[in-house]
C-alpha cells in the first residue's frame, strides 16, 4: 500500500515539476536556484502529509507552500551563498533574445513588488486562481488579497509603462 502512495507522489511530481518550478520563480523573483530550493522544501513538506492530501488537492497544498516559503525567503538577509574564486561557463544565448529579454524583463518586475504584492499577482494571474483561493493561500482576507493584487498590477503597469501602448 505504501509503495503504491510513493508512485502516486512520484507520477504527480514528475507531471507537476515543471509547473511548479515557474510558479517557484515568480514566486522568488526570478531567482531559478532559490525557487528550486523552495519547491524541493515544499515537496518534502508534501512527502509527509501525501498519504491525508493525495486524494484531495496536493497542488493547492504545495501551492500555499511555495506561497509561504516564497515570503519567508524574502524576509531573509542571507540564504548561504558563498563566493567561489572562478565562475562556471556561461550558456551561449540562442535565436530566442527577444522573448528571454521580455520574460527577464518581467521577472525584475516582478522583483521589485512586495512578496505578498508578487505572491498574489502571481497566484491570481499566473496560477489563475480565484480571488478566495488567493487569499487562502496568503492567509489573510479576500479584500486584503484583492488588495495586494491591484497594488502590485498598478506597480508592474507603472514599470513596465515604456512597453505598453494604449490601444485604441
Not at 515568480?26 to 515537496?43: I, K, P, Y
Request: glycine fraction near 6%.
Amino acid at each position: 500500500m505504501e509503495q503504491a502512495r510513493a508512485g502516486e507522489y512520484d507520477e504527480f511530481v514528475a507531471a507537476r515539476w515543471s509547473g511548479l518550478c515557474h510558479l517557484a520563480r515568480l514566486l522568488t523573483g526570478g531567482d531559478r536556484h532559490r525557487a528550486e530550493d523552495l519547491l524541493q522544501e515544499s515537496l518534502v513538506r508534501l512527502w509527509f502529509v501525501w498519504p491525508k492530501i493525495a486524494d484531495e488537492a496536493p497542488e493547492a497544498y504545495v501551492r500555499k507552500v511555495l506561497a509561504r516559503a516564497a515570503a519567508r525567503s524574502a524576509r531573509r538577509r542571507w540564504w548561504g551563498e558563498r563566493p567561489v574564486e572562478e565562475l562556471p561557463e556561461v550558456a551561449a544565448a540562442g535565436d530566442m533574445s527577444a522573448i528571454v529579454a521580455e520574460r527577464s524583463r518581467l521577472e525584475a518586475a516582478l522583483a521589485l513588488l512586495t512578496p505578498r504584492q508578487r505572491a498574489a499577482v502571481v497566484l491570481r494571474y499566473y496560477q489563475d486562481l480565484p480571488d478566495r483561493q488567493v487569499a487562502e493561500v496568503l492567509g489573510c482576507p479576500v479584500g486584503t488579497a484583492r488588495s495586494h493584487a491591484a497594488r502590485g498590477v498598478a506597480r508592474l503597469r507603472e514599470l513596465l509603462a515604456d512597453v505598453i501602448e494604449p490601444v485604441g
